[in-house]
């Protein structure tokens, strides 16, 4: 377990990019009117940009610093974990101490879009998190695949249903199903169950990827 923590502390290290963007977006973002996004949303980019420098920039820097794949892939897995913990208790903090005191009438908050406050703040949080876990390791799974054929496949696939489902009702529906289920859902032992087992086959498809993934 050592490799593995000295990986994850090489992975957030190396990460400051994403870091410093997150944070001048979240500072900078600026609203007006009598209903404004909240600056806590902001801090759900971090969980997306995260990913890209996990993939393209460190797996070889750690390859060739002599890491082994299953310490990267624990490692991209902790740091996820870490992340989306931050990101969730970053997020939740400011609907609680900031969000209030906004000179708007209404300040729409993520953690209320998707129906998960009705549970408590603090249940709301962990939704917040393992939410944010499963999008994180959604995107390492998909970025990893791109060099290959069944990469290029996924992508193809994924832009197929978004065309095809969105116009046709019937399959409209579906697709409003899912996200009902993933991510508008207020259902807590639901929406975390459902979170976690798409994280899981997606961490085992994961480590798919990797054994095939070369330098």
């Known amino acids: 377990m050592t490799a593995v923590f000295a990986v994850v502390k090489r992975l957030l290290a190396s990460n400051k990019v994403s870091y410093i963007v997150t944070a001048l977006v979240v500072v900078c973002a600026t609203s007006s009117g009598e209903v404004v996004i909240s600056n806590g949303n902001y801090t759900w980019l971090l969980a997306v940009l995260t990913p890209f420098f996990f993939v393209f920039y460190d797996f070889k820097k750690l390859m060739y610093l002599g890491a082994s794949k299953r310490d990267y892939f624990l490692g ?8 989306s913990f931050c990101i969730s208790l970053v997020n939740t903090l400011m609907h609680l101490l900031i969000d209030p005191i906004y000179p708007a009438k209404t300040v729409i908050n993520m953690m209320d879009v998707c129906k998960w406050i009705e549970n408590g703040i ?3 949080g962990l939704q917040q998190m393992f939410f944010l876990l499963l999008v994180m390791i959604f995107l390492h799974v998909l ?11 996924t992508y193809v696939l994924l832009v197929a ?9 019937p399959l409209r529906a579906v697709l409003a199903g899912f996200f009902q289920m993933v991510m508008f859902n207020g259902n807590a032992v639901l929406h975390i169950g459902i979170c976690l087992l798409l994280s899981a086959a997606l961490y085992l498809g994961g480590l798919a990827v990797l054994k095939r993934k070369t330098l």
């Open 143 to 153: 970025l990893s695949m791109q060099p290959h054929w069944y990469g290029w496949l």
């Open 161 to 169: 249903v978004i065309c095809i489902f969105t116009p046709i009702a």
């Open 122 to 124: 603090l249940v709301a």
């Open 76 to 83: 991209c897995l902790i740091s996820y974990g870490f992340l």
